[in-house]
């Protein structure tokens, strides 16, 4: 668990194994109940349709492999289960049975797995940070007992290698609290909020190389390497919540905005045996970034370093007598693809592997020797690896986009680039949980006509036995005949070849005229044309008899770095352009109605939205942007700066494609505009849309909203969410979802 408890948001635990004594009975009352439900023209349009339907696809969730990877954990209700790979016999409960029942949202086993630590509760910081509530370790002798009772605010709790002691992080604070003891002793003390952190990560490293966990103990336990983030400098950021206090209050944190001041970080180590502690030098440069810390299998620590550009990465190997050396090193003229936890995989004491894309345009993965540098390039193509699953026998295993950017499967090579095998065999899109060692791998697979099947196989391929097949769920597909998407290709007026989706009602006519929904993310590297089963908001429309259409244009993933880095320095310019020739070449289409197509999108996606709406001179009939960026001038250092350099050296690429700067361009007359955010997004920040409506407002385009009430022709809307994040959690979500397809119906 490579991030110890760091408070995940529990995800929903469904229970792992397909229940075999469904009967058939069970099932036809089950679809009679649906075709009762239709046939009484229940309104297809309500997105919970639509909740009910993704809620039915099983997965496998909060899966640990045990060390002997034989077994593997899950979270079953009150419990954690324990199964054999190999053989469908009933789970193992490793917690003693109790009358204190308590609700756990992650967990962790000891190295020897005698031991678990167990978080219960969580409250949330960020969208992906939380302070644990109650924590309890279920000791060797069975025994349940409260641990870190006297922490305050206990966070990214994990166990030392040894299983003696844990590291948590309180208040900015690091501690270890030595197990057989019971004390606890603190490792720093200058932990302040706003000012200085220890131990885990400042927001826009917790946002953008997703990680909190910021420390990492040597393989002996001796020692604990920690990064230290000084963020005294960093400009303040005011959330107003309303929380139905009698006086609000303005909650604060640190935000770097693209150009300003970032943390200054800085790499620690303290030997615990004699509590002495020192820094790490990571070089003269201080405004820059390390992304992540850790040890060799040799007991070496390590450290990536990335500039503020982020087109220099390194890899600084820290030996015993203080001398340091870059073991890898890469160069772009735009940007190093953004790193994490698999970047770089160290696979003995001397010998890591490394995925980047600089050598050939493709994303691959390459052998180095710490001792002697680059010994083989592993694997090779006019295709990207997407992720390293594991390291075993000489062999390593991955999922790539070979054969199609739409789809995923598992392969495996030798360290030297040969023997290469496809080990997964259906047409869709893999996940893979590999077991410790990779005898074992449970696969779940999906495409756009199949949910969820997950398997146990071999580490040859073979399947061993089925966990789950969302057998339900297909025959209600099936039954009430749910389409799905279609893919093709267009060629764009420029000339790109362009990926996309089409989802038509079950009753599709090519003789009538559709209204046609554009749903978009459009961001670097990412991906929406996908071939794996889904279902979001969009499809409430496609019941009510609208067209859903998606491609991915210029700047998104997994066809090669030049690619995606077209958009580079001019974000919003090239995207929308594409997304507006899909809108032209489906408006030609007999079958599509081109007085009614709409286009939608969150986050990147509504900043996108919000560009299309103003460069499409009436060309979309509705156009709805929740929680969009407005300027990127607003949004933080990280994510702005390598996709589109410091506004410093770029001020045009920041504002020549700002939505604040061409709000006249609205055609208000042809065009119907919904704005969506949530006061409390600590990501996309409220302001974005306050400042927008702000432009319409001076660019005489009247407003629905408090700010412009009084002004006529209130033909724009605004829905504002109180106290919700970026994600409208935890209260809003199937809410906002369901505004927006009453929206489109009213207005498209």
């Known amino acids: 668990m490579a991030e110890g408890l760091r408070g995940l948001r529990r995800p929903g635990h469904e229970k792992h194994r397909t229940n075999t004594t469904t009967t058939i009975l069970k099932r036809q009352l089950l679809l009679l109940g649906t075709l009762l439900l239709l046939a009484a023209g229940a309104r297809a349009q309500d997105y919970e349709a639509i909740a009910r339907l993704k809620a039915m696809n099983e997965r496998v969730n909060g899966l640990r492999s045990t060390a002997d990877g034989e077994h593997y954990t899950v979270i079953e209700g009150d419990n954690i289960m324990r199964y054999a790979y190999a053989e469908a016999t009933p789970g193992e409960a490793l917690l003693p049975a109790s009358s204190e029942r308590f609700t756990i949202t992650d967990y962790e086993l000891s190295a020897d797995e005698r031991s678990i630590l167990i978080a219960s509760g969580q409250t949330p910081i960020y969208r992906h940070s939380y302070v644990d509530g109650l924590t309890?370790?279920?000791?060797?002798?069975?025994?349940?007992?409260?641990?870190?009772?006297?922490?305050?605010?206990?966070?990214?709790?994990?166990?030392?290698?040894?299983?003696?002691?844990?590291?948590?992080?309180?208040?900015?604070?690091?501690?270890?609290?030595?197990?057989?003891?019971?004390?606890?002793?603190?490792?720093?003390?200058?932990?302040?909020?706003?000012?200085?952190?220890?131990?885990?990560?400042?927001?826009?490293?917790?946002?953008?190389?997703?990680?909190?966990?910021?420390?990492?103990?040597?393989?002996?336990?001796?020692?604990?390497?920690?990064?230290?983030?000084?963020?005294?400098?960093?400009?303040?950021?005011?959330?107003?919540?309303?929380?139905?206090?009698?006086?609000?209050?303005?909650?604060?944190?640190?935000?770097?905005?693209?150009?300003?001041?970032?943390?200054?970080?800085?790499?620690?180590?303290?030997?615990?045996?004699?509590?002495?502690?020192?820094?790490?030098?990571?070089?003269?440069?201080?405004?820059?970034?390390?992304?992540?810390?850790?040890?060799?299998?040799?007991?070496?620590?390590?450290?990536?370093?990335?500039?503020?550009?982020?087109?220099?990465?390194?890899?600084?190997?820290?030996?015993?007598?203080?001398?340091?050396?870059?073991?890898?090193?890469?160069?772009s003229e735009q940007y190093v693809e953004r790193v994490d936890d698999r970047t770089v995989t160290f696979i003995d004491k001397d010998r890591f592997l490394v995925r980047q894309e600089s050598h050939t345009g493709y994303m691959h993965l390459y052998l180095y020797s710490i001792r002697r540098g680059p010994l083989a390039q592993v694997t090779r193509g006019a295709w990207e690896v997407t992720e390293l699953v594991g390291v075993a026998d000489g062999r390593v295993y991955y999922l790539s986009s070979e054969g199609s950017p739409l789809r995923r499967n598992l392969y495996r090579v030798a360290l030297d680039g040969s023997r290469k095998e496809r080990l997964t065999h259906g047409e869709g899109y893999y996940t893979i949980d590999p077991s410790a060692g990779m005898k074992y791998y449970i696969a779940t697979f999906s495409n756009a006509t199949t949910p969820n099947r997950v398997e146990v196989c071999t580490s040859d391929g073979t399947t061993v036995r089925t966990l789950a097949t969302s057998a339900q769920l297909a025959h209600e597909l099936q039954a009430t005949q749910r389409p799905a998407k279609e893919f093709f290709t267009f060629v764009t007026e420029r000339g790109d070849t362009l990926n996309a989706y089409m989802v038509k009602p079950r009753d599709f006519d090519p003789a009538k005229r559709y209204p046609v929904l554009l749903t978009q993310y459009s961001g670097p590297g990412s991906q929406q044309v996908l071939d794996r089963w889904s279902l979001d908001w969009e499809d409430a429309l496609v019941d009510a008899g609208y067209i859903v259409a998606c491609t991915d244009g210029r700047g998104t993933g997994c066809r090669g770095e030049a690619f995606r880095k077209r958009t580079y320095g001019r974000l919003g310019a090239l995207e929308v352009e594409d997304q507006l020739s899909f809108a032209r070449y489906l408006g030609g289409l007999a079958y599509i109605d081109p007085a009614r197509i709409g286009i939608y999108g969150w986050s990147y996606g509504g900043f996108m939205a919000l560009g299309c709406a103003l460069k499409g001179?009436?060309?979309?009939?509705?156009?709805?942007?929740?929680?969009?960026?407005?300027?990127?001038?607003?949004?933080?250092?990280i994510y702005t700066e390598i996709y589109n350099g410091l506004p410093q050296f770029n001020a045009r690429g920041y504002d020549d494609n700002s939505p604040l700067n061409f709000a006249r361009m609205l055609d208000d007359k042809r065009t119907r505009l919904l704005i969506i955010h949530g006061t409390a997004d600590d990501n996309v920040h409220f302001r974005n849309s306050m400042e927008y409506v702000e432009a319409l407002v001076q660019a005489g385009k009247p407003f629905m909203m408090a700010r412009a009430?009084?002004?006529?022709?209130?033909?724009?809307?605004?829905?504002?969410?109180?106290?919700?994040?970026?994600?409208?959690?935890?209260?809003?979500?199937?809410?906002?979802?369901?505004?927006?397809?009453?929206?489109?119906?009213?207005?498209?």
């Open 136 to 331: 309890k370790v279920i000791a060797a002798d069975g025994r349940i007992r409260p641990v870190l009772s006297d922490a305050t605010r206990p966070r990214d709790a994990s166990f030392s290698p040894d299983g003696q002691s844990i590291v948590y992080s309180s208040e900015n604070d690091l501690y270890v609290h030595d197990l057989t003891s019971g004390r606890t002793r603190r490792i720093t003390d200058d932990g302040r909020w706003n000012e200085v952190i220890n131990g885990t990560t400042d927001w826009v490293y917790e946002e953008e190389f997703g990680f909190t966990k910021a420390y990492a103990f040597s393989p002996d336990s001796r020692r604990i390497a920690y990064l230290r983030f000084d963020e005294s400098r960093v400009p303040l950021m005011e959330m107003m919540r309303y929380d139905g206090r009698l006086y609000n209050e303005a909650y604060t944190f640190k935000y770097p905005k693209a150009g300003e001041r970032n943390s200054e970080v800085e790499l620690w180590l303290c030997d615990l045996t004699t509590g002495a502690k020192r820094r790490i030098d990571t070089g003269a440069e201080r405004d820059q970034y390390i992304p992540r810390i850790g040890w060799t299998p040799g007991g070496k620590l390590w450290f990536m370093r990335l500039n503020r550009q982020q087109n220099t990465f390194e890899v600084i190997l820290c030996e015993e007598n203080g001398a340091q050396r870059t073991i890898y090193e890469e160069r």
């Open 617 to 637: 001179h009436g060309l979309f009939r509705m156009a709805i942007a929740v929680a969009p960026v407005t300027s990127w001038r607003y949004y933080d250092t």
């Open 709 to 748: 009430l009084n002004r006529a022709g209130k033909r724009y809307d605004m829905m504002v969410y109180p106290d919700q994040n970026h994600s409208m959690l935890p209260d809003d979500t199937h809410n906002v979802r369901q505004k927006m397809v009453d929206y489109t119906l009213e207005h498209l």
